[in-house]
């Protein structure tokens, strides 16, 4: 039986200390000893034509066993985001695959890797990963676990420091269909290179996070006081916080904090948003050091939906379906985009966001 994957707890990345020429010379050094390009979109025709084509990257984050080469970002009317090509780490001695993929930025601030999408006269969206099924109103409902998308906590900073460089962000129509697999409407699921791996890691229950039970619940629903975490996966804010970065959001009105911080018994970690109003939760990750070849890791952290509203969500209405917050607890729309409403009348009644608050931002009740 093989080992169960390995945890490590690291500081965040920084962009690897390489000019856009060196970069580009190691990827291609890379191709030249053997690796493939392996684009799943249309360029997997001429794969090479994404590096003449204005796809070559400029810049490198390594992370595990991992190397992410990134080109300059780009954004059409849906995403920001980067072309990234994800390969072993550097230095690795075989020829490993380089999977082209589109990094996004998503509107929970969190940076996720697509993995297909739908684009039709009826449909246009971004594939967000594998899916999970509930039961409401006495039916089965299978919905995209869009966190099974976000690439690690570990290189969000990274990204975020790359985007605060690039200057003027060019429009961009034409990278996803090159790089993505292009689905029909009714494809919600990730195709097999994305859920294969993470079936299979999941298979030995060594790996599981909390024997793949939730370690974050609400006991009652739609009441933030209820909220309870499994003990020991606590967010430590006494001797857990491993940074603090900084970022600018347009959407959240200005300066943003960033704070990771693991678990009390460091099993998973965290990472906080906090904005001029908002405060809000991104889904928490393991630490499990196995990424697949969309950069991301394999293994869950289950945790209620509800605790991971971002600051703003979509709500058109509090009727079936018209709404991510939870009932009764919209706020006022967002003025940049009217399909969001504020969420902090939900967020700022958890506990663990007053807690926050208080013992990491020096809050008075």
């Not at 075989?94 to 039709?120: E, G, M, N, Q």
Request: proline residues 9%; contains cysteine; positive net charge.
């Amino acid at each position: 039986m093989p080992a169960p994957i390995p945890t490590r707890i690291v500081a965040s990345v920084r962009p690897l200390r390489l000019t856009p020429a060196q970069v580009l010379r190691e990827l291609r050094e890379r191709i030249a000893h053997g690796a493939a390009l392996r684009p799943a979109g249309e360029s997997k025709r001429d794969p090479a034509r994404l590096l003449r084509e204005g796809y070559a990257p400029t810049a490198a984050v390594s992370l595990f066993d991992t190397t992410y080469y990134l080109s300059h970002p780009r954004e059409n009317d849906d995403i920001r985001f980067f072309v990234a090509f994800v390969t072993s780490a550097r230095g690795a001695p075989d020829a490993a695959p380089i999977y082209p993929r589109i990094f996004y930025k998503d509107v929970s601030l969190v940076w996720r890797c697509a993995t297909h999408f739908v684009r039709s006269e009826h449909e246009n969206w971004i594939g967000k990963g594998d899916v999970r099924f509930v039961r409401e109103g006495g039916f089965e409902l299978m919905y995209s676990a869009e966190s099974t998308t976000d690439l690690p906590l570990e290189i969000q900073t990274a990204l975020e420091v790359l985007l605060r460089r690039a200057g003027r962000i060019p429009r961009d129509d034409v990278a996803v269909p090159e790089v993505l697999r292009r689905g029909p409407d009714d494809r919600i699921r990730a195709y097999r290179d994305f859920t294969e791996p993470r079936r299979r890691d999941r298979a030995d229950r060594r790996n599981l996070v909390h024997g793949g039970r939730a370690v974050a619940r609400f006991t009652r629903p739609h009441d933030p006081s209820s909220l309870r975490f499994a003990p020991g996966f606590e967010p430590d804010f006494a001797r857990g916080v491993l940074e603090v970065a900084h970022s600018k959001s347009t959407l959240y009105g200005g300066k943003l904090r960033r704070v990771r911080i693991l678990s009390r018994n460091r099993r998973i970690q965290y990472l906080f948003m906090a904005a001029p109003r908002q405060v809000w939760i991104v889904p928490p990750q393991a630490t499990t050091t196995r990424l697949s070849s969309y950069g991301v890791r394999t293994i869950d952290v289950l945790v209620d939906e509800d605790l991971c509203v971002p600051g703003y969500e979509y709500h058109q209405g509090d009727g079936p379906g018209e709404s991510q917050i939870p009932p009764g607890f919209a706020g006022a729309l967002s003025p940049a985009d009217p399909s969001r409403a504020d969420a902090s009348p939900w967020l700022d009644r958890l506990p663990v966001i007053q807690e926050f608050r208080r013992k990491v931002l020096g809050a008075r009740r």
